[in-house]
């Protein structure tokens, strides 16, 4: 669908509660959001999330100065959806790092406006020529998004077949900080995690997570909640997940960050990603007929 065929069907104007299309960079199409607690863009491409502003704050998610918005690339910052696995795929090392789904046009399916002022929106992506291969046998993913004062965000993965199917996946967000060394991860204390930049050695946290050097860690068995305290922007970001029980952090440092190319110079002072996954220990196996949720809900609060 062109974007004068998309507003045709599923554009808003409920009482304040307004949902459009317009053109996006790269020509790439984006829904625009208001309504009378929050506003939000979202990527067509990727049903990838770049911005959600609850009334009354600064933006909660972070987005690269230097993001590149181009048919079949992903963008730096936002909520990538990784999916159907996570990091490298285990056989083919020429598959895309983190899936295909954020690379991908996603369709929208319904929009609504809701009675208490929030937005929601429900996208689903089918196999497509450059990932047919790729794909899942017999499998189907919904991915739904309620825009308030609160976000939150429901990834579905549906078995259609008579064979288990197994997945990895993350909601890979990118939240906007006010200065990263004056920030602290909480609800991760006494968690085993994988340690990347240390081959993968399996360590424990011990207090908050701090960021003062480059940080990419899975922490395993973590269903529980987080907060990210920002003393620079004074508020909290509470993250709350159902569905996942494993927590990836990743901070690049500026070495890393510089060699990225896209993440812009002082771009790693402005960002941490926490991400709600399914990966390492903690892939999900899904039997036939069956579906598996990934559900996440952010809101900020002042301490």
Not at 185 to 202: A, E, I, Q, S, V
Not at 236 to 249: A, D, L, P, R
Not at 250 to 268: F, I, Q, S, T
Request: hydrophobic share 35%; net charge negative; glycine share 8%.
């Amino acid at each position: 669908m062109n974007i004068d065929q998309l507003n045709n069907e599923f554009s808003l104007e409920v009482d304040g509660n307004n949902l459009c299309f317009i053109a996006g960079k790269g020509d790439i199409p984006r829904v625009e959001i208001n309504n009378q607690h929050a506003s939000a863009l979202i990527s067509l491409q990727g049903a990838h999330v770049l911005s959600w502003i609850p009334e009354g704050e600064e933006d909660v998610i972070w987005l690269s100065e230097e993001a590149k918005f181009s048919p079949g690339k992903s963008v730096r910052g936002g909520i990538p959806i990784c999916w159907p696995w996570f990091g490298a795929h285990e056989t083919s090392s020429d598959y895309p790092a983190h899936g295909f789904a954020r690379t991908t046009n996603w369709q929208v399916i319904t929009t609504e406006a809701l009675k208490d002022g929030r937005t929601r929106i429900s996208f689903t992506t089918t196999p497509q020529s450059a990932n047919e291969q790729m794909w899942p046998p017999e499998t189907s993913v919904q991915y739904q998004l309620t825009v308030g004062k609160k976000l939150e965000l429901e990834l579905i993965t549906h078995n259609n077949g008579t064979q288990p199917i197994e997945i990895g996946q993350a909601l890979h967000t990118y939240f906007n900080v006010g200065e990263i060394t004056d920030t602290k991860l909480h609800g991760l204390d006494d968690t085993d995690y994988l340690d990347k930049p240390d081959n993968f050695k399996r360590k424990v946290q011990h207090g908050p997570v701090t960021i003062e050097e480059e940080v990419d860690r899975i922490y395993l068995d973590t269903p529980s909640d987080c907060v990210i305290e920002d003393k620079k922007l004074k508020r909290n970001i509470v993250i709350i997940k159902c569905g996942s029980h494993s927590t990836v952090v990743w901070n690049p440092w500026e070495e890393v960050a510089k060699k990225m190319g896209d993440l812009g110079e002082l771009g790693y002072k402005k960002m941490l990603c926490v991400e709600s996954c399914n990966a390492a220990e903690d892939v999900v196996t899904i039997d036939p007929g069956k579906a598996h949720q990934l559900w996440v809900q952010y809101e900020v609060q002042r301490p």
